[in-house]
């Protein structure tokens, strides 16, 4: 069936330093979508990439749709201590959602 | 406006019983859709609804069921518990069952 992968399970960086998580899909996805879940929290809706190459900008984060609508990317530019949490990726297949295992940021002290 | 609305929050229950979680959605979304979690990974897909019409049902044992009412809030039953159905149960509800979802905090499920 089809699997959504995410990278890293964890990343540790010092506040304002970046952060980036990738996911990939076996197969091609009609959209992709992220979210946000802070610890002891639920996921919420960060936003939807459909086009393929797609380009899209949310003040410090950036989101990328892969060319062949099989990968994405988000990327946090200087991190802050509110940015901590587990960011999943989600692949859209008819009327569900395909879920990555998420990428928990995690800043130093 | 109130959010997607869940009760109860937590619940124990013991091996065998069964359990009723429960969702109000987002005013004016038809679309409702469950998902399991467990602790450290990402949901899961258990069904989806609307219009009160099961639209998509996940790779889940028939013990799970769900229905939607008329006025678009939903019922997601589960019987004969197991340890392993212990988990964050949530809902999530859209305008038409696709785009971005709006997550209710959940349901808290412990089987014991």
């Known amino acids: 069936g089809q699997q959504v992968m995410q990278i890293p399970q964890y990343q540790h960086v010092q506040e304002g330093e970046d952060f980036t998580t990738y996911c990939n899909s076996s197969?091609?996805?009609?959209?992709i979508q992220w979210y946000k879940q802070r610890p002891g929290g639920h996921p919420v809706f960060l936003i939807q990439?459909?086009?393929s190459g797609e380009v899209k900008k949310q003040k410090r984060l950036t989101f990328q749709f892969g060319e062949a609508k099989k990968n994405s990317s988000l990327h946090i530019t200087a991190t802050q201590t509110t940015d901590v949490g587990t960011y999943f990726c989600?692949?859209?297949?008819?009327?569900?959602?395909?879920w990555g295992a998420g990428t928990k940021l995690i800043i130093k002290p | 406006d109130a959010g997607v609305t869940q009760s109860p929050t937590h619940l124990i229950k013991t091996r065998g019983q069964q359990v009723t979680l429960r969702c109000s959605p987002i005013?004016?979304?038809?679309?409702v859709s469950w998902y399991q979690q467990v602790l450290g990974q990402g949901p899961q897909f258990i069904f989806q609804?609307?219009?009160?019409?099961?639209?998509g049902r996940g790779n889940f044992p028939d013990r799970f069921s769900a229905r939607q009412f008329p006025n678009y809030s939903s019922e997601l039953n589960v019987n004969a518990l197991l340890l392993g159905d212990s988990a964050l149960y949530l809902c999530a509800s859209s305008p038409t069952g696709e785009g971005g979802y709006t997550f209710g905090s959940g349901t808290r499920l412990t089987v014991v």
């Open positions: 609804y609307y219009e009160k019409e099961e639209r």
């Open positions: 005013s004016g979304h038809k679309s």
């Open positions: 989600a692949g859209s297949k008819v009327y569900q959602l395909i």
């Open positions: 990439l459909v086009k």
């Open positions: 197969t091609t996805l009609s959209n």
